[in-house]
């Protein structure tokens, strides 16, 4: 990618924090590379290349710096948020897609050939799909070393370094000293088991919208919110935890408290709460883009920091939504409270004394296709019971079906295939699950009723080809256009029973947003 060095050197001489994050500084006398708000003096611009990420940086031979550290710096790129094959393979990446597999094994996940996917991060990003794994290790594992009190064996493994060999090995290369002597004094902020994390992301952001949107939709035993902390019990590979996420907005950021035994997941649950949050989105890109739209500008200054709420898993997602079709957002919650209850993992008593309303882990589909007469137990239609049977049936076919990685109209193809989930379900979980920054319910009423003029609403055509110009960036235009919708503040239901073909109101396509 191109990089303007005026503009660039500009940027790092005022320290400007908006360009955290979309380049680094790679200073050739010191072969040390830094983020533009680096409190270090600024060298001359002929002794400095501007680099893409911080992959290139490393892959050309520069350490990352101590002060500044990158490892901590917004997660974000010129490439960031594009509907493209590059930031379907980073999403890939980040939830360990190279830590056993080949890049060609990667490429064939994506539909293309090894070839082609390496001269696509070598365009966009400066450096190889192993380059940047490598540096997603590799600043990972400082970020464990100066925030936790992990031991040296624990962050390796929590890394993904194949052997503590290794990981010693590339720090002395790196940092030239071993990684035990980058550990600060006192540096820690574990409780116990409990590893504490920030997450950085670029201002604003707007987390009363967003922890509002997850207080209304909170599963009782799940989730919980308490005050300005969002609170859910985690499974992953078979094994129970919890997390805890409240908001630094001084520091631009968001604290993690993770519980849970296995070290290696930490990269899976920092990659989901970021989704979950939507920490990798660049507002200034984003709202500059929308408010070339007359009818979006005003909604954007009024509300610049709106995140896309994400999902902490797509199963669970899915399943939400099929209960919710045709009930309010509250007697969705219950319903979703109850096939927690009576199909649920129990947390050990230890994880329900750290957070009293944490009860238990969502049913996995290996549970939801051994229930017993879920239509009974749980009050509803046979007919929506069926169709979570079926969800669960096809998850447990395809582990990878709430993965992102196909691209929207294939990820749209593939959830519509399943029973019990229409359109405009498939564009929701695709916009809270897949991470798609593109999915767009056209046909929902709460966006025709948002866009309505004097002259009357516009038809789903008419917002289609309106909408065509908010590309790549629409499903940040649903979330403002709902968040505008006086009615999406009145009780509404969740989303509707698209197997039935019938005039139907949409409730949760005003109020599945209603922030």
């Known amino acids: 990618m191109h990089l303007d060095r005026e503009a660039c050197y500009r940027a790092l001489l005022t320290r400007d924090a908006r360009f955290d994050g979309q380049f680094f500084v790679a200073v050739r006398t010191t072969g040390i590379y830094c983020r533009p708000i680096c409190p270090a003096r600024a060298p001359k611009l002929e002794h400095i290349e501007f680099m893409p990420s911080a992959a290139a940086a490393q892959a050309a031979g520069y350490r990352p710096c101590l002060r500044c550290r990158p490892e901590t710096s917004p997660q974000l790129a010129a490439w960031h948020g594009t509907y493209s094959t590059v930031s379907r393979?980073?999403?890939?990446?980040?939830?360990?897609?190279?830590?056993?597999?080949?890049v060609?094994?990667?490429?064939?996940?994506?539909?293309?050939?090894?070839?082609?996917?390496?001269r696509l991060f070598r365009k966009h990003l400066?450096?190889?799909?192993?380059?940047?794994?490598?540096?997603?290790?590799?600043?990972?594992?400082?970020?464990?070393i100066s925030d936790t009190t992990l031991s040296m064996t624990e962050v390796a493994l929590a890394a993904g370094f194949g052997s503590v060999r290794r990981f010693n090995d590339t720090f002395q290369k790196l940092?030239?000293?071993?990684?035990?002597?980058?550990?600060?004094d006192g540096a820690g902020a574990a409780i116990g088991s409990a590893v504490n994390l920030t997450l950085t992301f670029k201002p604003p952001y707007d987390w009363p919208a967003i922890i509002g949107f997850l207080a209304t939709r909170a599963i009782p035993g799940v989730e919980c919110v308490r005050g300005d902390e969002y609170a859910r019990t985690i499974s992953l590979g078979g094994a129970t935890g919890t997390i805890v996420v409240r908001p630094a907005m001084q520091q631009q950021a968001l604290i993690a408290n993770i519980r849970f035994p296995a070290v290696a997941a930490l990269p899976v649950i920092v990659e989901r709460?970021?989704?979950?949050?939507?920490?990798?989105a660049d507002p200034a890109v984003i709202g500059a883009h929308l408010s070339e739209d007359p009818a979006l500008a005003k909604l954007v200054e009024a509300r610049p920091g709106l995140r896309v709420p994400g999902a902490w898993d797509g199963f669970e997602l899915a399943v939400r939504g099929i209960l919710g079709q045709q009930i309010s957002v509250g007697a969705a919650r219950g319903l979703a409270g109850k096939l927690v209850a009576a199909f649920g993992t129990r947390l050990p008593a230890t994880d329900e004394r750290a957070i009293a309303d944490l009860t238990h882990a969502f049913?996995?589909?290996?549970?939801?296709?051994?229930?017993?007469?879920?239509a009974a137990t749980l009050g509803m239609p046979r007919q929506r019971a069926a169709a979570i049977g079926a969800l669960a049936e096809a998850a447990l076919a395809d582990?990878?079906?709430?993965?992102?990685?196909?691209?929207?109209?294939?990820?749209?193809?593939?959830?519509?295939?399943?029973a019990g989930i229409g359109e405009w379900t498939a564009q929701y979980i695709a916009m809270r699950a897949l991470r798609e920054p593109d999915a767009f319910p056209t046909g929902d009423i709460g966006l025709l009723r948002a866009m309505a003029t004097e002259s009357g609403r516009p038809t789903t055509a008419q917002l289609q080809a309106r909408a065509a110009g908010w590309r790549p960036w629409r499903s940040y235009a649903a979330l403002h256009?709902?968040?505008?919708?006086?009615?999406?503040?009145?009780?509404?239901?969740e989303a509707p029973n698209e197997t039935v073909v019938r005039p139907y109101v949409i409730a949760d396509r005003n109020s599945a947003v209603r922030v």
Request: glycine share 12%; net charge positive; aromatic share 4%.
């Open 481 to 493: 256009l709902w968040a505008s919708d006086p009615t999406a503040k009145r009780g509404a239901k």
């Open 126 to 144: 400066g450096a190889s799909p192993n380059a940047v794994a490598q540096t997603r290790r590799v600043l990972f594992a400082k970020q464990l």
């Open 363 to 374: 049913p996995s589909p290996d549970q939801i296709l051994c229930a017993d007469d879920l």
């Open 273 to 280: 709460i970021r989704h979950l949050f939507d920490l990798g």
């Open 104 to 118: 060609d094994g990667l490429a064939g996940r994506l539909g293309i050939g090894g070839r082609q996917l390496r």
């Open 89 to 102: 393979a980073m999403a890939l990446i980040a939830a360990g897609a190279l830590n056993g597999d080949a």
């Open 175 to 184: 940092y030239g000293r071993p990684p035990r002597s980058l550990r600060r």
């Open 399 to 418: 582990p990878r079906l709430f993965e992102p990685g196909l691209g929207l109209d294939e990820s749209i193809a593939r959830l519509r295939s399943l």
